[in-house]
């Protein structure tokens, strides 16, 4: 079994620039979720992908976007970049649109520093 | 608004003692509560859920208690060991997959 795979690992950008961030999701999984984690806080959610739509948009503009592919796999952009979006990018997969635990399966995160 | 709350940003613990961990929330519509642990450079792990129809949930050394009417959960580790030492994120969830989270507190389990 295949787990959630994110790239790259890190990367720095600077003011300004735009930002792709891959996630494969574990086998078997059709739903991804994102989240940020900035330093000394816990992840927020971003948005959530079932079967390649949108299905849940947490408190971001709306220069963060995002993408499902038909093999699940997902892609978070983050347009017009700014010092305050460094941060750890978590992908997490799920399977199916709701959940009775909420479980989530997360990756190793995508270390975006902005300059 | 932090709709739910870790206010020990640390814990530190003997090895074989016991490690409690505490979480306060506020939103009464969260369906289910889970704990996440996570090691530096790595991604968050589930470790243990509880609906909130449940006051009490077990799993080997981890225990998770819940008491709807203080909008309180803890998480109970014994004994606690040097392996345990992690960040502990505690997380609220609804109807979707969209979890809350704590800002988290870090454990440490002294040999």
């Known amino acids: 079994e295949t787990g959630v795979t994110q790239s790259p690992t890190h990367l720095i950008k600077t003011r300004g620039q735009q930002v792709t961030l891959r996630c494969s999701s574990q086998?078997?999984?059709?739903?991804v979720s994102w989240y940020q984690q900035a330093l000394g806080q816990g992840p927020q959610f971003i948005f959530q992908?079932?079967?390649?739509?949108?299905?849940g948009r947490g408190n971001f503009p709306p220069r963060f976007s995002g993408l499902q592919f038909p093999n699940y796999s997902s892609e978070l952009n983050v347009n017009a970049l700014e010092l305050d979006d460094s941060a750890l990018y978590l992908c997490?997969?799920?399977?199916?649109?709701?959940?009775?635990?909420?479980?989530?399966?997360f990756g190793e995160g995508s270390r975006l520093t902005v300059l | 608004d932090q709709q739910v709350k870790q206010n020990s940003p640390s814990l530190s613990v003997q090895e074989g003692r016991i490690s409690i961990l505490n979480c306060d929330y506020t939103?009464?519509?969260?369906?289910?509560f889970l704990w996440y642990k996570k090691y530096p450079a790595e991604g968050p792990t589930f470790l243990i859920s509880?609906?909130?129809?449940?006051d009490k949930n077990e799993d080997g050394r981890f225990t998770v208690f819940l008491n709807k009417s203080a909008k309180h959960l803890s998480l109970h580790i014994v004994p606690s060991q040097p392996g345990d030492s992690a960040v502990y994120f505690c997380a609220g969830g609804g109807s979707n997959y969209k979890l809350t989270f704590g800002k988290g507190t870090l454990l440490t389990v002294n040999p």
């Open positions: 086998s078997g999984h059709n739903t």
């Open positions: 939103n009464s519509m969260f369906d289910y």
């Open positions: 509880i609906s909130s129809i449940k």
């Open positions: 997490a997969s799920s399977y199916g649109r709701r959940s009775n635990t909420g479980e989530l399966f």
């Open positions: 992908y079932y079967r390649e739509e949108e299905n």
